[in-house]
């Protein structure tokens, strides 16, 4: 069974940073793809970022875009969101997602992802 914890989320203000933190314990992390959703106060949960195996692929949301940068460690088995310039709608509850191999399925969607961490509050204060 795979185990996602997340880490890093907290109390910023606007315009400041925040780095997120998920460790994913697999010893073959190398073979999942990753992303981060988010989910607002009253507010579906939704996508913001993936990244394929090798890092070299990623997608955003396009208010991220420019914002957030996602990365991945695989020796660490670990994936990072970067988050500058935070803004107060993007105050949520955010969660690392990964699936074995995405095939044809969609890197954007919920239904992609076999695995989720249990999320950690970021807080936006204007």
């Known amino acids: 069974q795979v185990q996602m914890v997340e880490s890093g989320g907290g109390l910023v203000q606007a315009g400041g940073s925040l780095r997120l933190s998920c460790v994913v314990s697999t010893r073959t992390f190398f073979n999942y793809d990753l992303a981060w959703f988010r989910q607002a106060p009253g507010k579906e949960r939704e996508f913001v970022a993936a990244?394929?195996?090798?890092?070299?692929?990623?997608l955003y949301v396009d208010s991220v875009k420019g914002r957030f940068a996602n990365s991945r460690e695989n020796v660490k088995t670990s994936v990072y969101l970067q988050m500058n310039n935070l803004k107060s709608e993007d105050k949520a509850v955010y969660y690392c997602a990964a699936v074995y191999g995405l095939g044809d399925r969609k890197p954007d969607s919920e239904e992609s992802y076999s695995y989720w961490g249990q999320g950690t509050q970021v807080t936006v204060a204007s």
């Open positions: 990244i394929d195996p090798f890092g070299r692929k990623t």
